[in-house]
């Protein structure tokens, strides 16, 4: 399971095995087998050190929770719209009660 889940994120944030090897310092062997599920039972340390650079918490991996997966270059592209639209980021903030008003009248409405 932790494997199938490592593969699928890995390539969802379209990283070749070997990036994601030497970024999380793990053998490529190693994470091969991991990703194969020929090694169910990884350490502690080393699904800490892929979900860091998967950006996914270890809950994530261990498949205790599904969160969708949200690549880099999208939220890049949703800073650039925010950007677009004169959004900068101390405006955030501000906006924040708005997007929780508009939740809570969404589920009003339902």
Do not use: C
Request: hydrophobic residues 40%; glycine residues 2%.
């Amino acid at each position: 399971m932790i494997g199938t889940n490592i593969n699928r994120i890995r390539k969802a944030k379209k990283l070749t095995l070997s990036e994601l090897a030497e970024r999380a310092d793990v053998s490529k062997s190693y994470l091969s087998n991991i990703e194969r599920n020929l090694n169910d039972n990884p350490s502690i340390q080393i699904v800490e050190k892929v979900a860091e650079v998967l950006n996914v918490e270890v809950a994530t991996l261990l498949g205790a929770e599904h969160e969708p997966i949200i690549t880099n270059n999208e939220w890049t592209e949703f800073i650039r719209e925010l950007k677009a639209l004169g959004i900068t980021k101390p405006d955030i903030d501000e906006y924040k009660v708005i997007f929780e008003f508009i939740k809570w009248k969404n589920k009003q409405d339902q």
